[in-house]
């Protein structure tokens, strides 16, 4: 645990105690619950087994937390890293009792299902209560004060892309400094400006105000920066996180208008590290294509069906719509959907798809709005094509386009194209330029972040979208 102030040590003090009696609890919960699931072949586990069981799994979770820095005073990390963290954690723990209760406790009699009901609980409930812990700033955890470095152009970004409440409940922003250089006529209108000289003065304020975080938003680097101060600040232990940082932690893009090269260079880069998932990516993607094929078959012929009598007396009419779209490294593939627009949709040349398209045909409407036009990409996938999760595959036409205005688009390209996307979980439907932008910043987030954790987030969050017509 770093050091930190007697406020701080003692939060995480509490936080450690509750999370402690909270594992213990579902120790036992857990035991009751193999129990009442077992019912009569289960053998009872004798009391000072169980005791000592649960004492030395909990013993281990704390231990383990605290060596992946949960109880971390000044943890800057996303919930999603959170949960990376505590389920890193249990498995240590779980390891580690294995291996313990294996050699020093001798008794058969010990459910085999104890122990892995006993760690997929603790991770269910220590998720939950930080849930609500980080949610609602109790402990005052999750609770950051942070104060802004520039008031101009960059710095308002965050005036713009943050206004709401919800938007900053991770954090207390107690305001923004103006300092020489910035665009003050572009910069900040509506928030808090404090008036202090970057100095010792302003040691002093971050050390009054108990700031824990200062994020650099200047307009003008060179000669206005105070780094001895920033310097101090980060010896103290106060975070000091540049502006594209900290809007792509607590936003999920990348704001790519304001990025430059060394913050690129500097960053973690957008390929993937994730060696294992990436070499289960195949076999992972197969195995959900069969999945959802089993299930969806029957919804699948249907609107085949449908389609063909619709346009029964249409000559040349087809069930399905084949399209060149840009995929992995900018490999072109022939992507395959159910046709949802009319025969002459692109007579005039290739042009945007729009919220309420006109060339879009009656029982199109709904299968766009469900998502059932995409269920085809399933041969896709199976092809090694495309992904379950990934940015959305764009056209030729517009691809060459877009790289030519849009800085970093072709990043885009260095993972597989897949069925859903972050990008169409946080940004209405795109038709433009403008709107490919804002798509990409989601786009890049994920590249760039890539794991099997924000995989199934996406998957969740995507169902909840299809089952309730969300569709972007």
Not at 68 to 94: D, H, Q, W
Not at 161 to 176: A, H, I, K, S, Y
Not at 413 to 438: R, T
Request: hydrophobic share 45%.
């Amino acid at each position: 645990m770093s050091f930190g102030s007697k406020k701080e040590i003692r939060r995480s003090n509490i936080l450690m105690l509750l999370e402690a009696l909270i594992v213990g609890y579902v120790g036992y919960i857990s035991s009751v619950l193999v129990k009442y699931l077992l019912g009569a072949s289960f053998v009872a586990i004798p009391f000072a087994e169980l005791i000592s069981e649960i004492a030395i799994f909990t013993g281990a979770v704390i231990v383990s937390a605290l060596s992946v820095g949960l109880y971390e005073s000044k943890l800057r990390e996303t919930f999603r890293g959170i949960i990376r963290r505590i389920f890193v954690s249990v498995a240590i723990s779980y390891f580690v009792v294995e291996v313990a209760t294996n050699t020093f406790l001798t008794n058969p009699n010990t459910s085999q299902y104890y122990l892995p009901v006993y760690a997929a609980l603790t991770i269910l409930a220590l998720t939950i209560f930080r849930y609500f812990v980080n949610r609602l700033g109790i402990l005052g955890l999750g609770q950051s004060k942070i104060i802004v470095i520039g008031a101009g152009e960059r710095a308002s970004i965050i005036e713009k892309r943050m206004r709401r409440e919800v938007d900053r409940f991770g954090f207390e922003l107690l305001g923004f400094v103006p300092i020489p250089g910035d665009n003050r006529e572009e910069g900040i209108q509506n928030e808090k400006l404090i008036h202090v000289k970057i100095d010792e003065n302003f040691r002093n304020f971050i050390t009054d105000n108990d700031i824990d975080e200062v994020v650099i938003a200047c307009d003008q680097r060179r000669g206005t920066l105070p780094v001895e101060i920033l310097f101090d600040c980060r010896l103290r232990g106060v975070e000091v996180t540049d502006l594209l940082d900290f809007m792509e932690r607590e936003t999920g893009q990348i704001v790519v208008n304001l990025m430059y090269p060394s913050w690129v260079i500097y960053s973690n880069g957008f390929s993937s590290q994730n060696y294992l998932r990436d070499a289960l990516d195949y076999t992972i993607n197969c195995c959900l294509a069969t999945l959802v094929l089993l299930i969806m078959w029957p919804v699948m012929l249907i609107t085949a069906a449908i389609i063909f009598f619709e346009d029964v007396r249409v000559k040349g009419a087809s069930v399905f719509y084949k399209q060149e779209r840009v995929g992995l490294n900018g490999k072109l593939f022939k992507i395959i959907k159910f046709r949802s627009m009319k025969l002459d949709a692109e007579k005039d040349g290739a042009k945007w798809a729009t919220t309420n398209d006109s060339r879009v045909t009656r029982v199109g409407h709904f299968i766009r709005k469900y998502r059932v036009d995409e269920l085809p990409q399933l041969l896709n996938v199976f092809k090694g094509e495309m992904s379950f999760i990934g940015p959305r595959p764009e056209r030729p036409q517009f691809v060459e386009q877009l790289i030519r205005e849009i800085p970093y688009y072709n990043q885009r390209h260095n993972v597989k194209p897949g069925l859903a996307g972050w990008a169409q979980l946080n940004y209405p439907y795109g038709a433009s330029v403008e709107d490919s932008m804002e798509k990409l910043k989601f786009d890049l987030y994920y590249v760039k972040h890539q794991s099997l954790m924000l995989d199934i987030l996406i998957l969740i969050r995507t169902v909840e979208v299809v089952l309730f017509g969300k569709g972007r």
